[in-house]
């Protein structure tokens, strides 16, 4: 791909199945970079889209909502709708959870989350409707990797407690209607990984009506798990199932 700016989002024309890649809280398409890459040597037409307020600045960031995260994703997929016939989506993290609330909502032939943050581990997210009142921010210190992870990672260090806010409301839609996703389903995770609660896979296998549906728990990466020491196997799996 020609953009030298891995934030901005790219639509690569293909053949007629139309791949809808959805990026994760605070982060980028960057993020899903090389996994759209992949999807592109196999033929396929590939979306790796932005979200509103995300990729600019952390004021942008601020007073977007979980409404503006699921209208970008509504137009996102109906532009990639106008050029094919298929659509798969597929999502990283807060990714994951918007790529439900389309497949709960609009026609979507296969769905792929990508340690999906349904649920989160961190227990002080039930305070932050209160906390926002009196914190207005949180950070996430950067964490030491390699080059070739860092240069992906391209979101936003600094959070506000209002936009947290916007993402469990956000969680809590996906939870409401997941009796409605009925189409085939890939779910990746990790058991390494510190910011989603598993619980919240069984949550999706339990209650989505699917009767296609392939769970792999990696071993060894983290949350991050499109850039990580096991991408290749992400990978693998992705265009597997898409076949």
């Not at 609009?106 to 961190?122: E, G, I, N, Q």
């Not at 990746?188 to 989505?208: A, F, P, R, T, Y």
Request: proline share 3%; net charge neutral; aromatic share 8%.
């Amino acid at each position: 791909m020609e953009n030298i700016n891995l934030k901005d989002e790219y639509f690569i024309k293909g053949n007629d199945v139309g791949c809808l890649l959805i990026h994760g809280f605070t982060s980028t398409p960057a993020e899903l970079r090389e996994l759209g890459e992949n999807l592109i040597g196999e033929g396929y037409t590939v979306y790796g889209m932005r979200l509103a307020g995300h990729g600019t600045t952390v004021e942008d960031f601020e007073i977007s909502t979980h409404a503006h995260w699921i209208s970008s994703v509504v137009q996102a997929y109906n532009k990639l709708k106008t050029s094919c016939s298929k659509i798969y989506v597929i999502g990283h993290s807060m990714g994951g959870v918007l790529s439900l609330i389309l497949g709960e909502n609009y026609h979507v032939d296969k769905l792929v989350l990508l340690a999906p943050a349904l649920m989160t581990k961190d227990k002080r997210a039930m305070f932050i409707p209160l906390l926002k009142h009196f914190m207005k921010y949180t950070e996430w210190p950067p964490s030491e990797r390699p080059e070739e992870e860092s240069k992906y990672l391209l979101g936003y260090n600094k959070i506000p407690l209002s936009c947290v806010h916007e993402l469990s409301k956000l969680q809590k839609i996906a939870r409401t209607d997941l009796n409605k996703i009925a189409k085939p389903l890939l779910i990746i995770h990790s058991e390494k990984d510190n910011s989603i609660n598993e619980k919240g896979v069984e949550v999706i296998k339990e209650n989505v009506t699917s009767k296609q549906i392939k769970d792999v728990c990696l071993r060894k990466c983290g949350h991050n798990i499109t850039i990580e020491c096991e991408k290749e196997a992400v990978f693998e799996e992705v265009v597997k199932f898409l076949k």
